[in-house]
């Protein structure tokens, strides 16, 4: 089976996978984000079932702004896998369908998957975790901040 790859701006993202359809790719295998820290890496993976074929698409979005065109209108299996992007990444897909969340409420935040957001399990169990809270910090190892935790969450006070 052969593979390609290519890198394409946010502009063509759409007109891709229109001209990939054409060329007999009629099967969404793949659509994923990658948070790379200063931009989402957005890729997707099609297939060409009679020519044995693969093609990989990826495109590249500042984190400030993270959004592309829907393909649910070329492939339907996209419809699902954009809008777990969108809930997981926080990357907005334009003129998708049916844009709810799969399983988050639209209320909590920054989405998971993303390097800038502060996981709540960092902050709950001193940092590096021990096999039950109650025996955490009575070792040899002096407490460490967790990472993407700011010094001001953890507090020796009440809570």
Known sequence: ???GMQTVPREAW???FAGLVSDG?????????????DEIEVLAQVVNPDGAELMRVSVRLPSDDPSLPTIADLFPAASWHEREVAEMFGVAFAGHPDPRPLLRRTSLGRPPLRTT????????????????PESAGK?????????????EWLSDGPR
């Open 1 to 3: 089976m052969s593979t």
């Open 14 to 16: 759409h007109e891709t």
């Open 25 to 37: 790719f009629g099967y969404l295998d793949l659509l994923t984000a990658i948070d790379r820290g």
């Open 117 to 132: 957001t502060v996981l709540a399990a960092r902050v709950a169990m001193p940092w590096p975790g021990a096999a039950d």
């Open 139 to 151: 070792g040899a190892r002096r407490r460490q901040l967790p990472p993407g935790v700011p010094a």
